[in-house]
């Protein structure tokens, strides 16, 4: 009989095995597990335990949850993923050096390939450049003289700096474009005349402001005035004389600017009143003249300009001849050739901000040999206005107009 009994459990529990068994590859196939299932095998494994005699207590499972994980699984999670990352670390640290190396490779491969795609671009640009008189551009120079064509620089005055670029170049800086460009911005800036600020102090300054109407010429002398007198490391002494007295408000917008600035300002309509203005206001270390607008093909003004330019003898006058930037380069020559009679001494360029071409500015100063002195680069009063360098103007022309 026990050995009946002995087998009937045996059976029994093969039987019970074998359906556990089953009921586990069906959840195995399953994401998760519903709770009636969990319910069930909880009641197996006590049957088992109750036929096999064994009196161990299991108690009953919560439903099975797949984004809950024990402590203990959580360790050895946490532990392996430690370890991978540590292994991962190490293997980067033994690669780095070399990739490291190989990229600096690829990238100047990339710069190369870039330089050459660059050049055969070129080599089909305007069917293979200008020719005059012998002078050909190679492809490889094909991008600063599209630039510089742009500008608006003359094209005589391009045609002879590229012919002095090409004769003087090293041969082996033409491989790159960056060089050529750097070196042809060293060419440019070469060729620009700029006058640096007299502020001494030891002679006095008198300066008149010249030029067609509409250019800017009262609003430059305000930031002259305040840039004297309030905006150095000195606070210089500034007088301002106006000879406008056509223009309706040019008066008034002075009386405005002198006022807030404290500055002294006197109105002349003749020579005579000219005189005796200079005279009152020989204390200050700068006086800044303004005058009427006139068109380069007004006679008459300009004879009356020049009258008060060599109003007295003994009196040096600085004149300016103030332009647009906007202008093009053969208005400007035209504009200077009959301001010249007045005896031009140096150049002021406004309205830089509202143009993109910045050749016409240095064609003139490359044609006349004349040096510029300041730049307007706005209407804000003072701030916009810089002393003239060589570097910003050609900065501008290859690279456009750029703000602090």
């Known amino acids: 009989m026990p050995l009946v009994k002995s087998n009937n459990i045996a059976e029994r529990l093969e039987l019970i095995a074998q359906k556990e068994l089953e009921r586990k590859r069906a959840a195995q196939s399953l994401q998760s597990l519903p709770e009636e299932v ?20 299991i108690p ?3 439903p099975y949850n797949p984004k809950e994980k024990s402590s203990r699984d959580e360790k050895i999670e946490k532990s392996q993923a430690s370890s991978n990352a540590l292994e ?20 100047g491969e990339i710069d ?13 640009w305007e069917e293979r450049g200008p020719k005059k008189e012998g002078l050909i551009i190679p492809h490889e120079f094909a991008e600063i003289y599209r630039i510089a064509k ?34 042809f911005r060293e060419v440019l ?30 609003t430059t002398l305000a930031k002259l005035a305040a840039r004297y007198s309030r905006m150095l490391n000195k606070n210089y002494k500034v007088g301002i004389i106006t000879l406008d007295t056509y223009r309706i408000g040019a008066v008034d917008q ?34 800044l003249i303004d005058t009427v607008g006139s068109s380069q093909h007004d006679r008459a003004k300009l004879e009356s300009l020049k009258n008060f330019v060599n109003a007295d003898p003994n009196t040096k006058i600085d004149v300016s001849l103030v332009m647009s930037a906007t202008t ?41 040999k004349k040096a510029t002195s300041y730049f307007s680069i706005g209407q804000e009063v003072p701030n916009d206005l810089m002393v003239a360098t060589s570097d910003f103007l050609i900065d501008c022309l290859l690279d456009g107009l750029k703000r602090a």
Do not use: W
Request: charged content about 25%; aromatic content about 8%; proline content about 2%.
């Open 38 to 57: 969990s319910l069930q095998l909880s009641d197996a494994v006590r049957q088992i335990s109750q036929i096999a005699g064994v009196n161990t207590k």
């Open 60 to 62: 009953p499972k919560s």
């Open 88 to 107: 991962n670390t190490k293997a980067k640290k033994q690669e780095n050096p070399q990739d490291s190396v190989n990229l600096q490779i690829i990238r």
């Open 112 to 124: 190369k390939l870039n330089d050459k795609i660059k050049l055969i671009q070129n080599m089909f």
């Open 150 to 183: 742009a500008s608006g620089m003359a094209k005589e005055h391009l045609e002879k700096i590229m012919q002095l670029t090409l004769e003087l170049m090293p041969i082996k800086m033409r491989e790159n474009s960056i060089l050529i460009k750097r070196y």
């Open 189 to 218: 800036r070469k060729m620009v005349y700029a006058r640096a600020e007299n502020l001494s102090g030891n002679v006095k300054n008198i300066m008149m402001l010249v030029g067609p109407t509409g250019v800017g010429k009262t």
């Open 254 to 287: 002075l009386m405005f600017y002198a006022k807030k600035m404290k500055l002294s300002i006197d109105t002349v309509v003749d020579t005579e009143e000219f005189i005796n203005a200079l005279d009152s206001l020989k204390y200050c270390d700068y006086i």
């Open 328 to 368: 093009k380069y053969e208005d400007l020559k035209d504009i200077y050739h009959t301001f010249s009679t007045l005896g031009i001494d140096t150049l002021i360029f406004t309205k830089l901000d509202e143009t993109h071409s910045y050749g016409n500015i240095f064609s003139l100063i490359y044609e006349t």
